[in-house]
């Protein structure tokens, strides 16, 4: 990204960052918001499925929330998601969910059934898969900021073998310096991955800051591992680097059904519909829930118009 961008995302990310920003928000800008947010509760986000499903593209709902630091919210947070799921199943569809597990206990140690102790956040994410796997569906173990990518792999890696690559994916992220490394020693488990540029504020010691060094990096992720065989969610709105994926699965002989696209809700619907008249997957990526801000603020920090969007709504 140019010098202008990264100085531009640096503080949008700040400012959203700051209390009273966010508590001014909080209260004016969900209105806002619901350009990028399907709604507050289940039913809104599987209304935006069946919209969606007639349109060709299908969904990967995300319940809003991250950072919780005590098990009763994270097991809130749980029990919400296995509702979701079974609601999904309820109204005749495939669930299919991502989770942040940040919300759902990581990094906070209980005491399990046999009185050792264990990590929250593996306890509720075994039950989520467990519950999803029953209704022949799919959980994404979203990734969160670089202190926690060992720990999301290695769980991911655990649940793989408990659960098969059928009912569990994970996220490698781009700008992170680690992830091809990353990407390669996951290939034994012949893992779905969705690859993604990058949306946490991570210092240039851990991550690319520069748009064509990202850019580049995205394209290697991607490439090696189709080639590799591996079934790639190419979550990117980058019309240029999804031309470029498609090329390169002609030129190779991937077919279609060894990857997709997956795009936010609320953004380039245009883009996502012509996918799907082409035959690709399409997969649209449908937050919902009260804990609307982090998400909401990422987005408007990812590009310089989105303030203006903001703006607009406020004024």
């Known amino acids: 990204m140019s010098q202008f961008e990264q100085l531009y995302r640096q503080v949008a990310l700040s400012v959203a960052g ?42 990967n709902l995300d319940l809003l929330g991250e950072f919780v630091n005590t098990p009763e919210p994270a097991n809130a947070n749980t029990e919400m998601i296995l509702q979701t799921i079974d609601q999904v199943h309820a109204a005749g569809l495939t669930p299919y969910n991502s989770i942040k597990l940040s919300a759902i206990g990581q990094g906070q140690t209980v005491n399990g059934p046999d009185g050792k102790p264990q990590d929250l956040g593996d306890v509720n994410a075994r039950r989520i898969v467990a519950r999803a796997k029953e209704y022949g569906g799919f959980v994404n173990l979203d990734m969160e900021d670089h202190p926690r990518v060992d720990e999301t792999l290695r769980l991911f890696r655990e649940l793989v073998n408990e659960f098969g690559h059928q009912h569990v994916g994970t996220v490698l992220q781009a700008y992170l310096h680690r992830s091809e490394e990353d990407r390669r020693r996951l290939d034994d488990l012949r893992p779905n991955i969705r690859i993604v540029k990058g949306a946490y504020l991570e210092p240039a010691s851990v991550a690319m800051q520069s748009k064509p060094e990202i850019d580049a990096a995205y394209r290697r992720l991607v490439y090696e591992h189709l080639k590799a065989g591996n079934y790639c969610n190419v979550a990117t709105h980058d019309h240029h680097i999804i031309y470029d994926v498609m090329h390169f699965a002609l030129a190779h002989g991937i077919p279609k059904d060894q990857f997709e696209f997956q795009l936010l809700y609320g953004i380039r619907e245009d883009l996502q519909r ?42």
């Open 18 to 59: 700051n209390p009273v920003v966010e508590k001014v928000l909080s209260k004016q800008g969900w209105a806002l918001a619901q350009r990028f947010v399907s709604g507050e509760t289940a039913q809104d986000a599987i209304k935006a499925i069946h919209r969606l499903e007639a349109q060709g593209i299908q969904g």
């Open 274 to 315: 012509e996918l799907a008249e082409q035959g690709y997957t399409v997969r649209s990526y449908i937050p919902f829930g009260k804990e609307w801000y982090g998400y909401y603020s990422r987005r408007i920090a990812e590009r310089p118009k989105n303030v203006m969007f903001v703006l607009r709504g406020l004024l």
